[in-house]
């Protein structure tokens, strides 16, 4: 069972985060304003969390269990990867010597 | 936010804020509710003891019974900030030895859903009406009243007197009931 939660993909790219966090506020915000109108008519506030906690669960299946659309559609452009043979003997003494300067 | 702990972590810390903020909104709309009903209290009958009084010292004292209706309709009151009412009937008079006494008769509490309109007759006190003293005998003027604490979901506890009390004066001898 747990294979299938972890096929999930779950991962999410810079932009993708900024719109599920924009998605959530906005659905959790719209069914507080909705629940609270709703409570203040019928008097009762009951009704009031139970909206409020239905846009949780939503925005929970939204933003949690992202659809395929959302991630990976901006990915970071990465710097290429440096060629080994040059790169890598000059930087090692450098950062060596940078530790000991900032120890 | 790239992992699902950390976006549900703060999809969770958001949806409490906004219920504290929608609770505070709550209180808001409820927190200046005028919340006094007119009350009818009535006795019919009053009857009074003088015997040992087991909560106190040694010494006799003052023992009433009182037999009473109460018709009140407490609809109004009950809004979505209310959870419940503590009702209590509440005898008030002065005496030689104090200048104010307050004795509880009876309460009850009445639940938001429950029936609201009182309509209880021939009712006998809950609690025991000891005097601290021998001052309930041909006491001139004892005042009954109906008050009510208001339990809300968010915000102040008042406590709201009934408009409405009866004041009786109690019989000159014991054992001899009286009635109205």
């Known amino acids: 069972m747990l294979s299938v939660f972890k096929s999930i993909p779950t991962h999410m790219d810079y932009k993708g985060q900024k719109l599920a966090e924009q998605i959530f506020q906005g659905i959790i915000l719209i ?3 909705i629940g609270f109108v709703y ?5 009762q506030f009951g009704w009031t969390v139970y909206i409020v906690l239905a846009g949780f669960a939503v925005s929970c299946l939204v933003t949690l269990f ?10 970071l452009p990465w710097q290429p990867v440096a060629p080994e043979a040059s790169g890598e ?3 090692k003494p450098q950062e060596s010597i940078k530790r000991k300067k900032h120890k | 936010m790239n992992t699902v702990l950390s976006r549900a972590n703060s999809l969770f810390a958001f949806s409490l804020s906004v219920m504290a903020a929608l609770t505070f909104g709550c209180f808001v709309t409820t927190a200046f509710k005028d919340r006094r009903v007119s009350v009818d209290i009535h006795v019919s009958k009053v009857m009074l003891k003088n015997v040992d009084d087991f909560t106190g010292p040694r010494e006799r004292s003052d023992l009433g019974f009182i037999t009473f209706d109460i018709s009140a309709d407490l609809e109004p009151i009950f809004d979505w900030n209310v959870k419940q009412l503590f009702l209590y009937l509440s005898a008030e008079y002065a005496t030689k030895s104090n200048s104010l006494n307050q004795v509880v008769l009876w309460d009850r509490i009445i639940l938001r859903g429950e029936n609201t309109k009182l309509n209880l007759r021939d009712m006998k006190s809950k ?4 005097d601290d003293g021998n001052g309930l005998r ?3 003027n004892i005042t009954l009243t109906l008050s009510w604490n208001v339990i809300p979901n968010a915000g102040i506890l008042p406590l709201v007197a009934g408009s409405g009390h009866v004041s009786l004066p109690f019989p000159e001898q014991y054992e001899a009931t009286k009635s109205y």
Request: hydrophobic share 40%; glycine share 4%; aromatic share 14%.
């Open chain 1, 31 to 33: 069914s507080a304003v």
């Open chain 1, 39 to 43: 409570g203040l008519i019928i008097q």
């Open chain 1, 66 to 75: 992202i659809p395929p659309c959302k991630h990976l559609r901006n990915p």
């Open chain 1, 89 to 91: 003997p000059t930087q």
């Open chain 2, 127 to 130: 609690y025991f009406f000891f």
């Open chain 2, 138 to 140: 041909a006491n001139k």
